[in-house]
């Protein structure tokens, strides 16, 4: 290959907005532990749904973050966002002003549902009263690209900027995408993905996908890799990673907390969850490449763990077929069952997950989930103290994307 | 919708300023920058024309096509209200 | 070893022509094919007028279960893409489809879908709590971004990276450019790249009523999209695709293929300025463009047309002009540049790949399109808009700019045959 992969990107910050936790180290906390938050809907007009769980974030107040002039021009997806940037920067040790020069920092990030309630509420005016009610912000605030546009703005960031509009495995891609940012030569990216899929018109949206799970009871609503696995649980939030040139992170003293490695995606067909098991066996045999990983390096897998039992068999026969007998060795959590899949945010919190966990050499249990009826290590109940030097993130989307990526434990705090 | 209010005060439109655009600004100190661009105030053009919408639909009339031009406050007031008094 | 990226296909789905052929014929005769919207009823919004396609699933090849499952925003990629498929000559059965790769960008996705159920769920705007089972059984597909993908993956078997890209009115510029680095860089040989936008609904018609972007110049609508005229009054909605097999130069030459021309470069900035706000200045276009040029090699004075955004609005006109003399200097004065949406409109998402798919067409036919209803100069917008007649000119490089919503600035080169070897 040319050289030119996510190798040798740090990753200096880390901000999250999860149903379980505010920030970083409460949503540690909680993952460590193997509490689950998933509940009833809560949300005003969702309560008649048959999508009866989700993964809400409670006590978020965007007013007490973000100024008011940023609030009415953007959706809560946004809100998540924003926050989870701050909170990453702040984490990276950077400030807009830190930069060298404005165009040295990027923005990325994956979007999969957009802004559903601020949509909502336009196209209630629009049909209800009359196109005149449609406000001014309806052309920005719905749209994908809206948070890494107002990111952008609100920090003053003009490196390179995208946005991968994508399923779940979207989450993986846009980090990938911003560590080939950094290879090129920007010296920053704030990269990540914050979802807001819970309002009534994106609850009956959601409502299609034949993998949505409508069990009633919290407990039993999200089991993968059990015989009891009934479907996915849709949760809101995200997170958002600074990641930055290595080298340049050193130069500056900063805390790396882990690297990007390696990086590979394959797309198998929506809903083709018995061919997801070849897709992503590539996608893992890629990430490996790139990182130049053997398999029998990879400390800990963070599943995609869909809970589908075709889906969950497909992840672990991939994992055997793409690490060969380590793959039936290798300590795999989930530690979504407790929190829900926030659709492209999903895989951005397990990669926070992820990093935390080889900081703090424990595995998270994947909480609620019993009994497992495939041949993996699955960690349940308890946290797995191990020595944790390289993780293995997987995702997959309901469109049919597969992606893996690798991480490398930090060197730790500059001495 | 008809409406008895034909003036739009300054208190108004702070008000419209903050539910609009998210711009708090207090009318005294509105009434005392009445020249001072709306960009000091941290209003945008989106956020104008916001307010001359809710203007528009408060009143059941179009005002003119320069309302969202104006750069500060008076300019802005002294056209709207020359439009709803005259029933322009 | 570089890896150099080919255009070898090209498809396109437009309004005035379906087809590369009657998209070509449109452009280099310099119609107009802006008219009163008839795919809804606009009465009462400000501006109701718009660039439709005259679109016939069935009888451009789609499948009856297609055409009810999909939005028209797929039905468009999904013919486009079968052109570019057919042009390019790849027989993708026979291709290692881990290599190949989908890159394809839209704004707005499966917007009017959604408004369209969003009416079913909520008697009309009168509910919030919308009630599902009035609900199409495919509406999750357009709620999901990646289903554009993620159908034109399925379609060709390409099972490599597969992405949606949705940066404003530069995904399809976006896109585009992802696909050039996915190749260079050796993730895929191959790649399907566009963008698709079917955005003509009230919903959207109405947000941009809201910010006075569109023309409400409803009288006269075939010359209502006027870039870089004194007499512009903004942007004329636009729908369609295009989409574009590129291709690693070495698997192309190796097959024999056809090369329209190759991809020289491609960046993207924000402004961090305003979500659709410009500067006077252009900065952040012309570094934009800078670094384009500085990837492909290619010095500014070697430019020899410049595909404009040119919306119609006047801060666009403007800022954008001062972005390409900002690149290229003097030389700026001597580069055609013209606005191809004077004459298909502005299709958000979709329209940055339709104007690439423009300029190789440019390229290979060695005519600059013409900017449409240009009459009246803007003093503040004195470049070469190649008003309303095609052009014969001696084309190498091409350059396209886009800037959107969000403050997305993106630039792509296109160099041809001859401009390669000039290399």
């Known amino acids: 290959m040319s050289g030119r992969g996510t190798r040798h990107t740090a990753v200096t910050g880390l901000g999250v907005v999860a149903p379980n936790g505010l920030d970083a180290d409460t949503y540690w906390k909680s993952v460590k532990e193997g509490a689950s938050v998933l509940d009833r809907i809560t949300r005003e007009g969702c309560e008649h749904l048959p999508l009866r769980v989700a993964g809400e974030v409670r006590g978020f107040d965007p007013s007490a973050l973000i100024e008011e002039t940023f609030l009415v021009q953007t959706d809560k997806f946004t809100h998540f966002a924003l926050a989870a940037a701050d909170a990453a920067l702040q984490d990276a040790g950077l400030s807009s002003s830190a930069a060298d020069s404005p165009y040295s920092v990027g923005v990325v990030t994956a979007a999969g549902s957009g802004g559903g309630e601020f949509g909502q509420r336009e196209l209630q005016k629009l049909w209800g009263q009359g196109s005149r009610f449609v406000g001014p912000y309806q052309s920005i605030a719905w749209f994908y690209a809206a948070s890494t546009g107002q990111i952008s703005i609100r920090k003053g960031f003009k490196g390179p900027c995208g946005v991968v509009a994508s399923d779940e495995a979207g989450g993986l891609d846009a980090v990938a995408h911003a560590a080939r940012a950094v290879h090129r030569g920007t010296e920053v990216v704030v990269v990540g993905a914050a979802e807001a899929p819970l309002a009534p018109y994106s609850g009956v949206c959601q409502l299609g996908y034949p993998e949505l799970s409508t069990e009633a009871d919290p407990d039993r609503a999200y089991r993968p890799f059990t015989a009891a696995a009934c479907g996915f649980v849709p949760a809101e939030g995200g997170a958002v990673l600074v990641v930055e040139d290595l080298e340049r992170a050193r130069r500056r003293d900063a805390f790396v907390r882990a690297t990007v490695a390696g990086h590979a995606a394959t797309f198998t067909g929506a809903s083709r969850w018995d061919r997801s098991r070849e897709g992503l066996a590539h996608a893992i045999r890629g990430a490996l490449d790139e990182a130049g990983c053997a398999p029998e390096e990879i400390d800990v897998v963070f599943a995609d763990a869909m809970g589908i039992p075709e889906a969950d068999r497909a992840e672990a026969l991939a994992l055997a077929d793409a690490l060969g007998p380590h793959g039936t060795r290798v300590p795999v959590t989930a530690p979504k069952t407790g929190i829900g899949r926030s659709y492209c945010g999903a895989p951005l919190l397990d990669i926070v997950a992820a990093v935390q966990a080889m900081e703090h050499g424990q595995i998270p249990p994947t909480p609620g989930v019993f009994d497992i009826c495939h041949d993996i290590d699955l960690v349940t109940a308890r946290p797995r103290p191990a020595e944790l030097r390289t993780a293995l993130v997987l995702s997959r989307g309901l469109m049919g994307s597969n992606a893996a990526l690798v991480l490398r434990r930090g060197p730790g705090p500059a001495r | 919708m008809t409406t008895d209010v034909t003036e739009v005060t300054v208190e108004e439109l702070a008000a419209l300023m903050k539910k609009a655009a998210g711009v708090t600004v207090d009318p005294q100190e509105l009434e005392r920058r009445v020249d001072t661009p709306f960009g000091e105030f941290g209003l945008d053009s989106l956020g104008l024309l916001g307010i001359v919408g809710e203007l528009e639909n408060r009143h059941g009339r179009a005002l003119p096509t320069d309302a969202e031009r104006c750069k500060s406050p008076r300019a802005f007031l002294d056209l709207v209200n020359g439009a709803l008094t005259t029933g322009a | ?423």
Request: glycine residues 10%; aromatic residues 6%; hydrophobic residues 40%.
């Open chain 3, 1 to 423: 070893m570089t890896r150099r990226v080919a255009v070898t296909g090209i498809g396109v789905v437009a309004p005035g022509g379906i087809g590369v052929p009657a998209f070509w014929d449109l452009l280099s005769n310099g119609r107009t094919a802006t008219r009163g919207i008839t795919l809804f009823d606009p009465a009462g919004l400000r501006s109701r007028i718009a660039a439709e396609c005259d679109f016939d699933p069935l009888a451009h090849g789609l499948d009856i279960d297609v055409v009810e499952r999909a939005d028209r925003y797929i039905q468009f990629a999904l013919v486009a893409a079968r052109e570019a498929v057919a042009d390019s000559g790849v027989d993708f059965a026979a291709e290692d489809p881990w290599r190949v790769a989908v890159s394809l960008g839209s704004a707005v996705g499966g917007t009017t879908r959604l408004e369209h159920d969003y009416v079913l769920v909520s008697e009309r705007g009168q509910r919030w709590d919308v009630d599902h089972r009035a609900a199409e059984p495919q509406l999750h597909r357009a709620f999901s971004p990646s289903t554009l993908a993620a159908d034109v993956a399925e379609r060709f078997g390409a099972q490599g990276p597969v992405q949606t890209v949705s940066t404003g009115c530069t995904s399809g510029l976006d896109a585009v450019g992802y696909a050039f680095h996915t190749i260079e860089e050796g993730r895929a040989d191959l790649c399907i790249a566009g963008a698709s936008d079917s955005p003509i609904s009230p919903i959207t018609m109405a947000c941009f009523d809201a910010i006075k972007a569109t023309s409400p110049n409803n009288d006269d609508p075939e010359h209502a999209s006027r870039p870089f005229d004194a007499q512009r009054d903004g942007f004329v909605m636009g729908e369609g695709a295009a989409v574009l097999v590129l291709e690693e130069l070495e698997h192309a030459r190796a097959r024999g293929a056809h090369i329209y021309c190759e991809i020289g470069g491609y960046a993207t900035f924000g402004n961090a300025y305003h979500m659709t706000g410009l500067t006077c200045e252009g900065l952040e276009m012309a570094r934009a463009i800078d670094d384009t040029l500085d990837h492909a090699r290619v010095d500014p004075t070697e430019i020899d047309y410049v595909n404009a955004h040119g919306s119609g609005t006047r801060q666009n006109d403007r800022h954008e002009t001062a972005a390409v003399k900002k690149s290229l200097g003097a030389h700026a004065y001597d580069t055609p540049m013209s606005s191809i949406k004077s004459m298909v409109g502005h299709s958000l998402g979709a329209i940055g790949a339709i104007e690439v798919v423009a300029c190789v067409l440019a390229l290979a036919r060695q005519v600059v399109p013409p900017t449409a209803n240009y009459e009246t100069p803007d003093p503040e917008c004195d470049l070469d808009y190649v008003p309303r007649t095609a052009r014969p000119r001696r084309l190498d490089n091409v350059l396209s700019v886009g800037s959107g919503f969000g403050g997305f600035q993106s630039a792509v080169l296109l160099t041809g045959p001859s401009g390669r070897r000039r290399r």
